[in-house]
């Protein structure tokens, strides 16, 4: 798993890098954007060093609490966790979770794609790094054995329009229970 991680992070750096690079670069844009003072120089070395410094901090402009939450959904047994650990606090919040947890837990086992696909997915949807997320969702699927379509893509954006990490982390349990029954659903449309 570790491994994993540490490659889609390598992948996010590069695109933000090369991104960052080809943004400075352009010399149609007027006023030149705030993001050309991070380096001293506009070349691969000092963007490599901006992104990788304090543990790769500038690849999670948005924070490492996203990148955490996603990593416990990748986790041997998914955990529901936004900031910290999630437990129901009703008895429908409660039936909720089970289903969910029970739900996430038998994709891991018996559907590997369609649980990869989710993660891939939850990758765009959390909005885990400061760039490149769809491009990073699509090289988490590749690496994996899968992809995603174009109208697939389509789906998960209208997801990400109406659920920020924010509306998602307010009300977890209810939020990601409609979340993944809708990216399993999205997981079986034809590429």
Avoid at 70 to 81: A, E, G, M, R, V
Avoid at 104 to 109: T, V
Avoid at 135 to 142: G, I, L, S
Avoid at 161 to 184: A, G, H, K, P, W
């Amino acid at each position: 798993m570790d491994e994993i991680i540490n490659k889609i992070i390598e992948y996010n750096k590069e695109i933000q890098i090369l991104t960052s690079i080809d943004l400075c670069n352009n010399t149609l844009r007027t006023p030149r954007p705030c993001i050309c003072s991070n380096v001293t120089e506009n070349n691969y070395d000092e963007w490599n060093k901006y992104y990788t410094i304090e543990n790769n901090k500038n690849l999670f402009s948005k924070g490492y609490e996203r990148l955490n939450t996603w990593i416990h959904l990748f986790n041997d047994k998914p955990i529901l966790y936004f900031t910290k650990k999630i437990f129901p606090k009703t008895q429908e919040e409660k039936y909720l979770f089970t289903e969910l947890m029970n739900k996430l837990n038998y994709i891991r086992k018996n559907k590997k794609v369609e649980y990869l696909f989710i993660l891939s997915a939850l990758i765009i949807i959390f909005q885990v790094f400061g760039d490149g997320n769809h491009r990073t969702a699509k090289y988490f699927m590749k690496i994996n054995g899968g992809n995603i379509s174009k109208k697939q893509e389509e789906m998960i954006n209208n997801i990400l329009r109406v659920n920020d990490y924010f509306t998602i982390s307010n009300n977890s349990i209810e939020q990601m229970n409609n979340i993944i029954n809708q990216l399993v659903n999205i997981s079986r449309v034809s590429i």
